[in-house]
């Protein structure tokens, strides 16, 4: 998750950008810049490699002046890790910086018409692209705040961006597009702070303004205007931040879930930086340390994990076998440790174990990779705590999730971003297979650069739904949850969510085993939540809601935005946007986080802490 830091007053920038930057080392970057103005010594750029530590010391030798500026740390999407790839981008004049963090979705279209126009690009960035269109209108306009709104409307995907130009050196310009990051406005006296996030900028104020989907904020040291997209004038107002540090991170949510929930368009944005070539059709996982040659051998996986981490080894399954065509088997760490598995087939070197957990030190899943280690078999850990004990034992590297710190012990966008990497996983396997060409990884490509948008639009559209259904239901003792195929391990985890906090029972089941025995229970008390959004075996689950509404159940179905059909068919149709077959588990899971959230605070549970559990299983 890429950092931003921005301000306008009398300080020098220079303290406050570096300063604000070091309070987001805490969220991973490659390489960082900033950009001062000063009206004497003009524009200055510093942009440098590696950590901040680096640009700090190119400061000293080529110092930097002004009372307004911004600055970035980068976490690499499009392009590599190079100094010409780091931000602030200019546009072609040179008079406009901007800095971003997000996916431009349609970056190749808009890089192509910009092209046909004669613009030259120096970096691979879509962050350039964005500063060569703001420039484009600029020319056209000249006014920043006006040429924005021109470039900002035709960008798709989340987006957080903070612009200047010199031409205007009195004002910085902040837009949110989605939820992909957040932007911070801070108040202070005759001075404004900007911030990707809330540390950033509390060692100069508490007052805080956030900027919501579609706002665009002109900043200058003494007032904040904000307006829509449309240009539409909007009030926000204005936060006091306690100093405590859980009061900080917690920001405006009443639980850490509530607002992990929120950041998994963020958590999967930032689970693909850096992975993925879409001009060339690539994926490049930086720390795995299997080369092409190792991947080509293995023909089967062993999938290990536990609880949650588990369902997400259940739905990589069916992704690693589709697209590289690789076996998988999958066991629970707490039983594959116990049954002295045969890992090694006849040909030595075929095999390896994949372990999947969030804090990389769960007592059964380590010892599952040990036994790995003890039979010669190489192990990957998907795994979210970067120098964990997982990330050590894996003999073929470490896929880091990136999703940040989760705090409540109920795991959503760790859970998420174990699918997304996972995914990312089973197309390096295809890649190094030859069962995927560049150009149908690259449609795999779009499709992951889209889901962040497509998870933010989750999250707005079904909240209120989700609310409605809670309470509605959260009185109930039961609830069953039914899937098929890669959305069977969605139901186990939306039972898992919705037992663990709220402590209702609940059980996931595959629809075609609802026969065997969970019909039995269904009746006018039991809501039936059935994931029926449309693939190859849709019918069949139509047909398991009819058998369910026969039995007098209350039916609940996740399925497509717009399906007539399943909405005539359930109580209650909640609407996600269609994505690849393969991920869409990732987007019908969200509203049954939210609905499991929602039912667990209007039954007062202690969301973030449920009774008995821990977040790390460390012990037996």
């Known amino acids: 998750m890429c950092g931003i830091v921005g301000y306008v007053g009398k300080r020098e920038a220079t303290e406050v950008v570096l300063h604000g930057l070091q309070r987001l080392e805490y969220r991973g970057y490659d390489s960082a810049g900033v950009a001062i103005y000063d009206p004497v010594a003009g524009l200055q750029l510093r942009r440098s490699v590696g950590k901040l530590s680096n640009l700090q010391q190119r400061l000293l030798t080529e110092p930097t002046h002004g009372h307004i500026g911004i600055g970035h740390t980068r976490w690499a999407t499009h392009g590599g890790v190079t100094e010409i790839n780091a931000h602030p981008h200019r546009d072609a004049s040179g008079a406009i910086v901007v800095i971003q963090n997000g996916i431009v979705e349609n970056y190749l279209a808009l890089k192509g018409r910009l092209l046909e126009l004669g613009y030259q690009f120096d970096s691979q960035t879509d962050t350039e692209v964005i500063a060569k269109l703001i420039g484009h209108y600029y020319d056209e306009l000249r006014d920043l705040e006006t040429a924005m709104y021109r470039a900002l409307r035709e960008l798709r995907g989340g987006n957080a961006i903070v612009a200047f130009c010199i031409h205007e050196p009195d004002r910085l310009i902040a837009a949110r597009l989605g939820n992909a990051g957040g932007i911070a406005i801070g108040i202070g006296n005759d001075e404004r702070f900007i911030a990707s996030d809330i540390p950033a900028i509390l060692d100069y104020t508490r007052d805080l303004i956030f900027l919501e989907d579609q706002d665009i904020a002109v900043v200058r040291c003494d007032s904040v205007t904000t307006t829509r997209l449309d240009g539409t004038p909007v009030e926000r107002s204005i936060h006091s931040i306690a100093w405590d540090p859980v009061a900080a991170a917690k920001g405006d949510y009443r639980h850490f879930m509530q607002k992990e929930i929120d950041e998994q368009p963020r958590a999967l944005m930032d689970v693909l930086r850096g992975r993925i070539d879409q ?83 769960t007592v059964d899943t380590l010892a599952a990779m040990e036994e790995a280690r003890a039979q010669g078999v190489p192990s990957v850990a998907i795994v979210n705590a970067i120098g964990s004990q997982a990330a050590r034992l894996a003999d073929g590297g470490p896929i880091y999730l990136h999703a940040g710190p989760e705090i409540g012990v109920a795991s959503t966008k760790a859970f998420t971003s174990m699918l997304v990497a996972a995914y990312l996983f089973a ?194």
């Not at 709220?502 to 629809?511: C, V």
């Not at 359930?570 to 039912?599: D, R």
């Open 279 to 361: 001009e060339h059709g690539r994926i490049e996982l930086e720390d795995l340390r299997l080369n092409d040659h190792d991947l080509r051998r293995i023909r089967r996986i062993y999938a290990t994990a536990c609880g949650t981490a588990w369902h997400a080894a259940l739905v990589a399954k069916f992704m690693i076998e589709h697209l590289a065509r690789v076996r998988v088997e999958v066991d629970y760490a707490s039983e594959f440790r116990y049954r002295n598995p045969i890992l090694q087939s006849d040909s030595e070197h075929d095999t390896l174990v994949l372990a999947i957990t969030q804090s990389g030190e």
């Open 427 to 620: 197309l390096r396997l295809a890649q190094a297979h030859g069962t995927l060409k560049p150009q149908q990884i690259r449609e795999h490509i779009q499709a992951l650069i889209e889901l962040p948008g497509h998870a933010a639009q989750v999250i707005e559209q079904t909240k209120p739904l989700c609310i409605e259904l809670a309470e509605r239901y959260h009185r109930v003792s039961n609830a069953l949850f039914l899937g098929r195929q890669i959305n069977y391990p969605i139901a186990l985890e939306g039972a898992l969510k919705l037992k663990e906090i709220s402590y209702i029972h609940a059980e996931g089941y595959p629809a075609g085993e609802m026969k065997h025995g969970p019909i039995a229970l269904i009746d006018e008390n039991m809501p039936v939540i059935c994931i029926a959004t449309r693939d190859h075996i849709y019918e069949k689950m139509i047909s398991n809601i009819e058998q369910v509404r026969a039995r007098h159940g209350q039916v609940i179905a996740i399925g497509h935005q717009g399906d007539e059909l399943l909405a005539e068919k359930a109580h209650h149709a909640i609407g996600v946007p269609t994505t690849h077959p393969l991920l869409q588990p990732v987007l019908n899971v969200i509203p049954l986080q939210m609905f499991a959230y929602h039912v667990a605070v209007l039954r007062g549970c202690d969301v973030d802490q449920p009774r008995n559990l821990a977040k790390s299983v460390t012990v037996e």
